[in-house]
């Protein structure tokens, strides 16, 4: 029986555009040595990472961002990915009681959850620690139950069990593990907004190599969620707020 952790971060959340929640899962060896190897590429000047604190005019910011790229995939970590362009099903959710849930947080933190649990061995295990996000903290707890009671066969165990072991929150300047996600889910916005930009291309590395689960959901896929959706989902959408 393996335990499988992922630690997953968002990226966009305010945004109508697409909004990203991605990081890397693996077990604890893999984990124990991306610790050392990503402090490694860190360099002795700088212990934690922080996309938005970056400065995209140094060329030092390309190399540091090459160095770390490449740490998760070299250590056994795989890519997690969920994501979803808010314009794409907004008009559906407009005035109703499902629309501040529907933003993109929630649909990209579902879409990552369900494809790594797919993904984990029938005899594993898995936990997630997710940025704490506050106002989304009571959504975010309703998707992970709402997983939990999915009747998909694929997300338990050959025993019956579901693979979904527990889940929890920490906050960014408290977990330093959370920083390849915020790199990631970065790096994957900046791919969808545009991929030839220099933040796109700098950012590619941790793109590289490796395994990767999940997706980010195309327009047909994010409108199916929602208007095929059993009740209550359906439902809420046509009660106005």
């Known amino acids: 029986l393996l335990m499988i952790r992922a630690y997953l971060d968002e990226s966009g959340h305010e945004q109508k555009q697409h909004v990203i929640v991605a990081g890397h899962a693996g077990t604890r060896d893999a984990w124990s040595k991306f610790v050392p190897a990503w402090q490694h590429a860190l360099g002795r000047q700088r212990k934690r990472l922080h996309m938005q604190e970056l400065r995209w005019s140094k060329p030092y910011t390309k190399g540091l961002l090459s160095r770390l790229g490449e740490v998760p995939a070299r250590c056994g970590l795989v890519r997690v990915i969920g994501g979803v362009k808010v314009s794409d099903y907004e008009d559906l959710v407009s005035g109703t009681e499902v ?4 933003k993109g947080y929630i649909p990209a933190l579902f879409t990552a959850v369900n494809h790594l649990l797919i993904a984990a061995p029938d005899d594993d295990r898995v936990q997630i620690v997710i940025e704490h996000q506050h106002e989304y903290l009571s959504y975010a707890e309703d998707a992970f139950e709402a997983i939990r009671h999915l009747k998909d066969k694929r997300l338990y165990r050959s025993d019956g069990v579901h693979k979904l072991a527990r889940w929890g929150f920490a906050y960014k300047e408290d977990e330093m593990l959370l920083d390849q996600a915020d790199y990631l889910a970065y790096a994957l916005l900046q791919d969808c ?21 999940g997706e980010i959901l195309t327009r047909k896929q994010a409108r199916d969620v929602l208007t095929k959706a059993p009740e209550p989902l359906a439902g809420l959408l046509n009660k106005p707020l």
């Open 99 to 102: 629309e501040k849930m529907f």
């Open 193 to 213: 907004r545009d991929p030839e930009s220099t933040r796109a291309k700098w950012c590619a590395p941790i793109l590289k190599g490796g395994k990767t689960c």
